[in-house]
């Protein structure tokens, strides 16, 4: 239902000019609520919010969550984090800072404000998973010295410091591991295997496939994820997560890749290039949890969600 002025809440976005934090924006200022925006635009754009500046409910602050952060709100979202490789690892050292030291700032926000307060996680703190699907209680598999060790372990104490925070001082606190996930608003350089086939795909050029393509992936489209956000964060106080939020349909890249030359109807072939250091095999989540405390689940599938994200990208193609 929609807010008025009198239930309306102030919410906090961080990493909100990214991909999944400007469809969250979009969706909490639909139901009325106001939003302020916090993002150093690393990778993140102007152009994923600038349909928002003429609302009165929208406020964008250009910050570094490294530092702190004197805000007044009712909630937070901590989404600040460059979530493709080729980002994360540009910066190895300011990744991990984003994760850590950013979670203890907006941590410290949310104690002084006595407000609760969401995680990205995410499907890598299972690392190159032993157990398949994976499921909340695994502890994972993750290389701590590896190049995606930044990204991975930034999030793995990341979650540490929600659980310690909601022990230690009751704060209450949503951690979502999320699995990847596509849509329109990706940044089209964004080196993640979705905008990367389907911008190659457009061109005709070749599809970068890393390794034999036979690792797998399970990809889940944007509007379902932002529902399952909304949902996690209105849960009881007790249900703190983490929350697997995903769709469970697995494919293998190479699937993916003939997808996208299908739906693009393109003359592009497959280019096979090295598997990069601690690629993960395989990962599909288990969403029972999801299912049971969010009544969530995922209802567009990849050919549905894919026709959606090309057309997006179809303007990106010169
Ligand atoms: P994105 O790169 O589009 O968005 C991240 C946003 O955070 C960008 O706008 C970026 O500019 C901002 N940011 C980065 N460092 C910052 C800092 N120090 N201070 C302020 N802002 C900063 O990525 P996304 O796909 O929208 O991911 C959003 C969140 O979801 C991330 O935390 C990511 O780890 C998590 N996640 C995403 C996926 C996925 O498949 N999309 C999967 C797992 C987890
Ligand atoms: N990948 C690929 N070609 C690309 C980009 C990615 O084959 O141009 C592969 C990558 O090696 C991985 C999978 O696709 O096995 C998903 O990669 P992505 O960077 O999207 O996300 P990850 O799940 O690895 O964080």
Redesign the pocket.
């Known amino acids: 239902m929609a807010r008025n002025y009198q239930s309306r809440k102030r919410i906090l976005v961080t990493g909100g000019a990214g991909f999944l934090g400007s469809h969250l924006i979009d969706r909490l200022l639909e139901r009325g609520d106001e939003v302020v925006c916090v993002d150093n635009l690393f990778t993140g754009a102007k152009r994923n919010i600038e349909h928002l500046h003429s609302n009165p409910r929208f406020e964008f602050m250009r910050h570094d969550v490294c530092f702190p952060l004197y805000v007044e709100v009712d909630e937070i979202y901590n989404l600040a984090c460059p979530a493709?490789?080729i980002h994360y690892q540009h910066d190895p050292v300011q990744t991990t800072k984003t994760s850590v030291i950013g979670a203890i700032n907006m941590l410290g926000l949310a104690k002084r404000l006595k407000c609760k307060i969401f995680q990205a996680s995410t499907?890598?703190v299972y690392g190159d998973p032993h157990v398949h699907p994976q499921t909340e209680d695994y502890w994972g598999n993750v290389n701590p010295i590896g190049i995606r060790s930044c990204y991975d372990e930034g999030k793995r104490c990341a979650e540490t410091l929600f659980f310690d925070y909601h022990r230690q001082l009751g704060l209450e606190v949503k951690v979502a591991r999320i699995f990847?996930t596509y849509g329109p608003r990706m940044h089209p350089a964004d080196?993640?295997?979705?905008s990367?086939?389907i911008m190659?795909a457009l061109r005709d050029e070749p599809?970068?496939?890393?390794?034999d393509?036979s690792?797998t992936?399970s990809f889940c489209y944007r509007d379902d994820l932002v529902e399952g956000f909304l949902r996690l964060m209105d849960t009881a106080p007790d249900v703190a997560g983490p929350v697997n939020i995903g769709n469970p349909n697995e494919f293998t890249?190479r699937e993916?890749a003939e997808l996208v030359i299908g739906l693009t109807g393109s003359r592009s072939t497959l280019d096979y290039?090295p598997?990069?250091q601690d690629?993960?095999m395989q990962?599909q989540p288990n969403i029972a949890v999801a299912r049971d405390k969010l009544g969530w689940e995922p209802k567009v599938q990849l050919r549905e969600g894919l026709e959606r994200t090309i057309e997006y990208f179809r303007d990106f193609v010169n």
Request: net charge positive; glycine share 10%; hydrophobic share 30%.
């Open positions: 493709s490789p499907s890598e990847n080196g993640r295997v979705v990367n086939f190659q599809i970068t496939m890393y390794g393509g690792q992936r890249i993916l290039r598997l990069p690629d993960p990962r």
